[in-house]
């Protein structure tokens, strides 16, 4: 079975743009989270979708935002861009397993990497 | 959100056993433990995931005391292979209430 796929791989963009990013979560998986990952702050939470739905959020400012398709495919954006936007953005794909116990293991794609000048 | 702890850095041979302890003294009665492992330039990956007690698959084990207030990762006969950041994360895993924020990770350099 085919992992998570991003794409682009790798980005670069200049200040105030905005950029798109694509994720392909593997095969059967509904839940699509966002996280963003700098040598400074680690791996941070940006979103979580399902059923083209967000439901839970980071804290991150408006310029970040998402959707997911009916087809479970999600896109990220982020307008405006600056330059501490510059980070590996990844993406995690999960089953949806029914709650009551148990629990929703997360599969991450190899993130696209995005340089801001 | 509970917030892990983990030393920075660790040392260790190849076919030493390699033992990662994670402090998260605010874990939540719904909150389940989970390590990942990381390559440069990609995503982490899945490793090992428990709630209480003692967790074992075919690469590693986690290892959980009864008041879930830290858990160690032991990792049996490193390769240098295993040369990677290993990443705690503590979380209600449960569908809809997920919001997980990664602790700063272990950076582990397996030596010949």
């Known amino acids: 079975k085919a992992g998570v796929t991003q794409t682009p791989r790798y980005l670069i963009k200049t200040r105030g743009q905005q950029v798109t990013l694509s994720c392909s979560p593997i095969?059967?998986?509904?839940?699509v989270s966002w996280y963003q990952q700098t040598p400074g702050q680690g791996l941070q939470f940006l979103f979580e979708?399902?059923?083209?739905?967000?439901?839970n959020k980071g804290n991150f400012p408006g310029r970040f935002s998402g959707r997911q398709f009916s087809n479970s495919r999600s896109e990220m954006n982020v307008s405006t861009l600056e330059l501490g936007d510059s980070a590996l953005y990844l993406c995690?794909?999960?089953?949806?397993?029914?709650?009551?116990?148990?629990?929703?293991?997360?599969?991450f794609g190899p993130g696209t990497r995005l340089t801001v000048l | 959100l509970a917030k892990t702890t983990q030393p920075i850095s660790m040392d260790s041979y190849e076919g030493q056993e390699v033992n990662i302890t994670c402090s998260h003294n605010?874990?939540?009665?719904?909150?389940?433990i989970t390590w990942y492992q990381q390559f440069p330039s990609q995503g982490p990956r899945f490793i090992i995931q428990?709630?209480?007690t003692k967790v074992t698959n075919e690469v590693a084990s986690l290892f959980i005391p009864a008041d879930r207030k830290s858990s160690t990762l032991s990792l049996p006969r490193v390769s240098l292979s295993d040369t990677a950041v290993y990443y705690c994360?503590?979380?209600?895993?449960?569908?809809?209430?997920?919001?997980?924020?990664f602790g700063s990770g272990t950076r582990l350099q397996v030596q010949p």
């Open positions: 995690a794909s999960s089953l949806e397993v029914p709650s009551g116990g148990r629990t929703d293991t997360q599969y």
């Open positions: 095969s059967g998986h509904r839940s």
């Open positions: 979708y399902f059923s083209e739905t967000q439901r």
């Open positions: 605010n874990i939540a009665t719904n909150d389940y």
């Open positions: 428990g709630y209480k």
């Open positions: 994360l503590v979380g209600d895993m449960d569908t809809g209430r997920r919001a997980l924020t």
